[in-house]
């Protein structure tokens, strides 16, 4: 009659249904593996988070313990000499990030209104979308190699070759992709009742976009606009060999100009302490900036959702 | 009765001319700035491509092969530097792989309270936020000191591997691998983290229900729900790793001598091009340039590939 192994006595249920087969038996092979990768996920977490405590630790105490008004404000010394600063690194990056904002927002926020707005499925949409995520995986070397090629070899602007201006339309490649995609995203998410309203009551398609979608959907495009930024503000690659650097004050857009990230780069192989220290103090204000930005967009992103 | 005075509020009448100018100058420009994203990756290609053309001519495909590097000679191969990119950005990911999915399986998990979980996720973007030329700084005075002592014991032991053949002096591809591994461990984790949590909770339970344990709930169910949006987030990092330019520059070495050995320095294409290219003149651009479209052409395909599993994850889950 007993198809259960076990057979049940007036005393005592099967196996399978006694109350002791529920308890948690530390013993079994599957629970000691199942704590086995627990520890395992648990180590590995500790160490994918341990690089950023230490790259952030050593960056805020040796360039930290470096910061003060004169190396703010003062130009990087001579090979060989103490003292010194960054001012004209930290003006640099301002300057070439602030070159790269006005170009890649107005593209970008553009191309994502027409994505959005105009042509959400058409097939010059799903190109222009896959070429933006073929644009975000382009090396950003390679970016400066294009605009090295465009416009520091053919000396286009008046003549001069490296320029904060090219520095800043490389960075302003890098940039388009992320905010192109955020802003396609934030307007996609602007409910459609919205849009129905404004041309219900005789708003056109542009004001309609202007003063009704553009605004609910500006916080969410505000935080990719900043990441954007933020993430271009450290981009060194493009930098290189188009805004190239310099030991003075900027002397206007169209010729070369100091950035922190290029000063970093080539002061960290120099053999002279001042400018290995130079290099620290650097890392400190680019890393404070950016993660002030990056905690900024995290701000947004909240005041978007409420 | 048939024509309504025009003061009548509720006739029809077409748009002002300007409003209508206006409207539709407004549709052309967003037009004309979406194309410029086609324009400007057309433009990379191109220039690219344009600039490669002398050294393409004189060296053809040997130049993938060969490893002379000799600017004096005007003899240019680029091997080298495809090895030194391909084995970094492999054995990166075979380390970073582990620690990432590892990683967003314990964030998505509910092992510890919610709160710590969030400020561990947080701490992995931020680390994405750190510049590369600052992980590269740190990888010089930090890291490789630290690391030196233990890959010269690699050295002294496992020598008789080709690829331990080298006494560890400093710069070279091990700590560039292992800097590598820092920066592309971001992007693993976020992406996985997001195919784990877009897996449905009905999974888990029916998992639950009979009777498996969280591991064995997490390895056979979970983990194979999610694999195609894992696989396009490690495709991903394998096309950033490949283009990764600072950090990798700063502490591989930059040595355009061929040597199997992962403790000797080396090169990447990137690496190569961030070095070279500001000094470079005559026919050093254009084996420069080729060498870029080589590794434009090798991150093209890589995200394509990337765009592609992804796109099939959505179709399945949405």
Known sequence: MNTISSAPSASQPPLAFRRSSLAYKPGLARNRWNLAFTGLATVFSIIAVLPLVLVLAYVLIRGGSLISLQLLTSLP???????????????????????????AIPVGVGGGIYLAEYSSSGPFAQFVRFGTNVLSGVPSIICGVFVYGLIVATRLFFDQSYSAMAGGIALSVLMLPTVIKTTDEALKLVPNELRWGAIGIGASRFVTIVRVTLPAAVSPIATGVVLAIARAAGETAPLIFTALFSPFWPEGVFNPIATMSVLIYNFAIMPYEAQIALAWAASFVLVVMILAANLFARWLGRFAQA | MSTAPASDPFVLRRRPLQERLVDQGFQRLTVVLASLVGIVLLGILLTVAMGSREAMATFGLGFLTTSDWDPSGERYGAFTAIYGTIVTSVLSLLIAVPLGVGTAIFITENLIPLRIRLVLGVMVELLAAIPSVVLGLWAIFVMEPFL??????????????????????????APAILILVVMILPIITAISRDSLQQVPPELRSAAYGVGTTRWDAILQVILPAAVSGITGGVMLALGRAMGETMAVTMIIGNSTNFSWSLLAPGNTI??????????????????????????MLLTLVVNVLAQWVVRRLSLKYS
């Open chain 2, 148 to 173: 030196r002592p233990i890959l010269g014991g690699l050295y002294t032991t496992l020598g008789w591997l080709p690829i331990f053949s080298t006494e560890p002096q400093g710069p070279g591809m």
């Open chain 1, 77 to 103: 010394p001579a090979p060989g000499l103490d003292g010194g600063g960054i001012g004209n690194a930290i003006l640099g990056t301002l300057v070439v990030t602030l070159i790269a904002s006005l170009i």
């Open chain 2, 270 to 295: 990137s690496s190569m091009l961030a070095n070279q290219f500001g000094e470079a003149d005559g026919q050093q651009v254009s084996a420069l340039m080729y060498a870029a479209l080589v590794l």
